[in-house]
């Protein structure tokens, strides 16, 4: 029991390996208090297992202890019965990983997640074969998901902390409301029933809730879980106009002691980017850039959360047909490690130095908000207003001032100074003089530009050593980090280089650093116990302040920050304790290394006296090498498994601070072997269901007469839905027969496809048109389309005749305006027909072979294909032998055969070289032809690339023309990659050349 600002609350969950707790302000993990600073990534979005290590590297060099995970229903249970954790699908190589790099896991099984992936994660066969409402306690919907939860906590469970792995957490469903009068009754009776399947499956880590706002949905009673959070995008997702900004919300630490002060303030999904609505990534980038980061961000830290997950860290690939109609193939989301897994610097950057400061100053995990009577600021003469909150720990005494503008929005400047009104207990702790005064010789706190800062004062020594003493008395520059390292006390701060910056600063000993022009150093009024350093503007680089045997402290510009790293440092011991590669719970060694792009690990090994590091290199130039806290018996010094020698010794110990030179290997640059333009195409026709003596005997008719969908037919005998039938992925194809008669001379068709999608309609052998949908930026969206079809002169013979529709399905929608849960239920196909003055006989319909039962591709899964006959035919993967279809040799840039419109595939093999010791990052452009106006070019089409289906280019809307591959999916040595081209205009032929470019190299030798 714990006693927790006046509420008394039990809020354990233990067992033998170790204990997950929670009070009013944070979580604890083995009795000691962690901040939760987590990223979103999803692995199915990386279809290649040994590529998600990379992504969990660069997660913990951000600084982060934690990823939030979700699990994909539609894709692990892709048909009643089946369920499929192999390859991408699997959970335990990703638990292992965790544990291995040391990041904690919030396990996130939906069943409905949302993630703007169709239908939201639910299966398609759960869609369209399930009766009963979805998300609610219907029976028919509980004996859909009741299966795969008993799964997915049959694979978890043995990878919960209380059984020595990484999971901490798991969430029920996902952004539900409560309330019975919105959408349908039974939502709280559902989240119950979840609740004790997963409860029953073994899990005993706690059940988390997110929702979708400020709502206190599920904050207590029914459904309910251990820990709320709610989920907050204050930025919006209007990428299309990326520097308008909105104001920063200032609610969150209300509503958290309103809703459940007794719980951490937890924000399971804080903005880290923005799925797009078809203007293009990079300015999602922008519209949550670092400056972004700094001010909300912050802002989320002076409403005192302490459990934050950033959605998304890494966004990851949209590939084959996961997307809802709403999105894309890129899943990029303008996140701080881009699709590709480069590093987008400035966002990379600012969340590491937030990261590293919330790593090393575990005062910070237990703050009360302080009324503004025991602190005052007052803005300088001129200056705009300024607002701040001071945030204090009541057992340590350490405060931290969160500023930016009052009008976040501003992209000017401010300046102010602080005082702090310490009571008497502090000023004797700290023996200070009266009130203290922030700063006591720099002009001011200066905020330039959207930008936020923390002030911290009375910081006393790291906890790793006690007792604790007065170490910083003030400093209006960021703690970067804090800690122990090498026998020694360390700080880093950092800040803006055009800026100055001050602190106050116990020194061990009167050894002093060179002097530095920018630099001054001077006595402390308040106390003379204290030394003040005043960094002026002009500032850069990493510049020692204070170095002896005891104690450093450093000054490093934000920019030059941009390459500081401050790793785990692992020591590899015999016997290594449990959770040693986690952060404070396992251990609190560190390491500090500035310059390369990135440093992957770093290790050291007592009985060799060796010091290992790995990461990465930019090799198009050489990097000088600075290592700070090397453990003061290391000998040798290994890079990437090769020794190095240091330059010189840059401190009193020799063995503390050295600098090294580091060469990458200049043949990295070298990307002749990487074939730049791709040649020597076959090219077959792929729709030859558009012949009126097409033979589709063997389709399946479609002769349904009802449906569980909600959304019912228009008009028509039967109903023609895709999923109905078990065709629920990419394209469907129609066959409607009917008899001709004098005065049938067109059709009225209703086509459903989801936001943007196509259709094309043949009569006999004859094009008619294309139908399309739309989505700009998620406005004048048209998912569906009524429209006349008049059959030209001549066409139709006597006798049985043929309609053929070729209609492609974006994906099914995700939980509908009003919590309309249905809305999953899409009525992808043709819900409403009229052949005038006629009917059709019957109907015949064909999409993914086999369909949700009996696809054949096991391997890439239920998502990977659609309907197109070059996919039923298996000419996209390399593992079906080319069958006597009569393939000619043709050029990308000579389009289809026999007019503009219609489907063809296209396919060429080509050779690629991959070598150890480099990450290359590589993509696949489309360069359409100068003649075509870029955004009005009436095809579409899809790349596979050794059998994947990696990339859906909508060449009618755009905007994406470069699709990432990973090595994994791309093979050393023969490549085989497929392009589907379907034209849609009759009078304007697809034109475009296939390029695979490189977008990154790194050394990793």
């Not at 009673?221 to 995008?233: A, E, K």
């Not at 951490?264 to 972004?292: S, V």
Request: net charge negative.
């Amino acid at each position: 029991m714990k006693l927790i600002l006046g509420y008394i609350i039990s809020s354990v969950i233990a067992c033998a390996a170790g204990t997950v707790t929670w009070d009013g302000y944070s979580l604890s993990i083995n009795d000691q208090r962690i901040f939760l600073w987590s990223g979103e990534f999803h692995p199915w979005r990386l279809p290649v297992v040994h590529k998600w290590r990379d992504v969990l590297v660069k997660v913990k060099a951000a600084g982060m202890n934690a990823i939030s995970v979700y699990i994909h229903w539609g894709l692990t249970n892709p048909a009643p019965g089946v369920f499929d954790f192999n390859e991408y699908r699997a959970l335990e190589p990703l638990f292992k990983m965790a544990m291995e790099i040391g990041i904690w896991i919030v396990l996130r099984p939906g069943p409905y997640i949302n993630a703007e992936t169709t239908a939201g994660g639910i299966p398609h066969w759960v869609t369209s074969h399930v009766s009963g409402h979805l998300r609610t306690n219907d029976t028919a919907y509980y004996n859909a998901w009741r299966p795969y939860i008993d799964k997915v906590a049959e694979l978890a469970a043995p990878h919960q902390i209380t059984r020595g792995g990484p999971i901490i957490a798991v969430q029920l469903e996902n952004e539900y409301v409560d309330r019975d009068d919105v959408g349908y009754p039974g939502k709280r009776e559902m989240m119950e029933e979840l609740k004790a399947a997963i409860r029953s499956g073994g899990i005993e880590v706690p059940l988390t809730i997110n929702d979708a706002y400020m709502g206190a949905n599920y904050v207590n009673g029914t459904g309910s879980g251990d820990i709320y959070g709610f989920d907050s995008y204050p930025q919006g997702f209007d990428c299309a106009h990326p520097g308008h900004w909105q104001p920063v919300i200032e609610t969150y630490a209300k509503f958290h002691k309103h809703a459940n002060p007794h719980q951490p303030l937890y924000i399971p999904e804080f903005q880290g980017g923005a799925y797009d609505a078809w203007p293009g990534y990079e300015a999602c980038a922008t519209l949550t850039n670092g400056e972004f980061e700094s001010v909300f961000h912050l802002a989320l830290l002076a409403s005192n959360a302490k459990m934050i997950n950033i959605y998304m860290i890494y966004g990851g690939t949209s590939w084959g047909h996961l997307p809802f109609p709403g999105v894309y193939t890129s899943y990029d989301y303008g996140a701080a490690i881009s699709e590709n897994r480069d590093i987008r610097v400035e966002k990379y950057a600012e969340i590491k130095r937030q990261g590293l400061f919330l790593r090393s100053v575990p005062d910070f995990y237990k703050t009360d908000i302080m009324p503004d009577t025991t602190w005052e600021i007052s803005p300088t003469p001129g200056s705009s207003p300024v607002a701040a909150t001071l945030l204090q720990n009541s057992d340590t005494n350490s405060s931290f001032l969160i500023a930016r503008h009052q009008d976040s929005t501003l992209s000017g400047s401010s300046s102010f100074h602080l005082r702090i009104h310490a009571n008497s207990h502090v000023r004797a702790q700290w023996q200070i003089a009266g009130e203290l005064q922030i700063p006591q010789i720099a002009n001011s706190i200066q905020l330039e530009g959207r930008q936020s800062k923390i002030v911290t004062t009375f910081l006393a020594s790291p906890p790793a050593v006690e007792p604790r003493r007065n170490t910083l008395l003030y400093s209006t520059a960021a703690i970067l980090y804090f800690g122990w390292m090498g026998g020694r006390e360390v700080l880093v701060l950092t800040g803006h280089g055009n800026q100055e910056h001050e602190f106050a600063v116990f020194l061990q000993t009167s050894v002093m650093a060179a002097v530095h022009p920018f630099l001054n150093m001077s006595p402390c009024p308040t106390s003379s116990l204290y030394t003040i350093f005043h960094v002026l503007p002009g500032l850069t680089g990493l510049v020692p302040i204070h170095e002896s045997k005891n104690q450093a402290i450093y000054f490093v510009d934000t920019a030059t920050s941009r390459t500081f790293w401050a790793p785990m440092l692992e020591v590899m011991e015999p016997k290594t304790p449990p959770f040693q590669t986690f952060w404070s719970v396992g251990s609190n060694s560190s390491i500090i290394i500035s310059g390369p792009a990135l440093v992957r690990s770093a290790s050291f090994h007592p009985h060799l006296h060796q010091l290992s590091i790995t990461g990465d290199l930019d090799p198009s130039a050489s990097v000088y090498l600075t290592i700070i806290g090397m453990p003061l018996t290391t000998k040798s010094i290994h890079w990437n498994g090769q020794e190095i020698i240091p330059l010189k010794s840059l401190s009193v110990d020799a063995n503390f601070r050295a600098m090294f030179h580091l060469v990458p290997n200049p043949a990295l640059l070298n990307s002749d072997h990487w074939p730049q333009q791709l040649d020597n195409w076959e090219y077959a026709n792929s729709l030859p269901e558009a012949s009126f003596h097409y033979d589709d005997s063997n389709w399946v008719r479609a002769n349904h007469t009802s449906t569980n969908l909600s959304q019912k037919p228009y008009c028509g005998k039967h109903v023609l839905y895709g999923c109905d039938y078990g065709f629920c992925e990419g394209v469907v194809i129609w066959r409607g027969h009917f008899v001709s008669s004098p005065k049938i001379d067109g059709v009225t068709l209703t086509i459903n496809g989801g936001q943007g999608f196509a259709a094309s309609v043949y009569v006999n052998d004859v094009f008619i048109r294309t139908t399309y949908g739309n989505s700009t930026s998620n406005k004048n969206i048209i998912s569906e389309t009524t429209e006349w079809y008049s059959f030209p002169n001549g066409v139709l013979t006597e006798g049985e005749n043929v309609l053929t529709i070729v209609q492609d399905n974006m994906g099914l929608d995700e939980t509908r305006n009003h919590w309309d849960t249905d809305g999953s239920r899409s009525p992808r196909g043709i819900r409403g027909y009229d052949l005038h003055n006629g009917d059709f006989t019957y109907w015949k319909v064909q999409g993914k072979s086999g369909g949700f039962n009996n696809y054949p591709d096991r391997k890439r899964g239920i998502f990977n294909e659609g309907g197109l006959y070059g996919e039923r035919m298996g000419w996209h993967r390399p593992e079906v032998p080319k069958d006597g279809q009569e393939w000619t040799t043709r050029s990308l840039t000579q389009g289809l055969t026999g007019g503009y419109s219609g489907i063809g595939f296209f396919r060429t093999h080509f050779q690629l070289k991959l070598f150890p010791g480099r990450d290359v990052m590589q993509s696949f452009h489309f360069v359409d032809c100068t003649s075509m106006t870029p955004t009005l070019q009436p095809y579409r089409a899809w790349i596979f690339v050794n059998g994947w289906m990696m990339g859906k280019r909508v060449a009618n809307l755009g905007p994406q023309t470069r699709f990432p591959v990973h090595e994994g999916i791309l093979v050393n040595g023969t490549n085989l990659v497929v392009i589907a081209v379907w034209g849609m205009d009759a009078t304007v032929a697809p034109c475009f050349k296939l390029e695979l470019a490189t977008d990154r190299v790194y050394d990793q030798s």
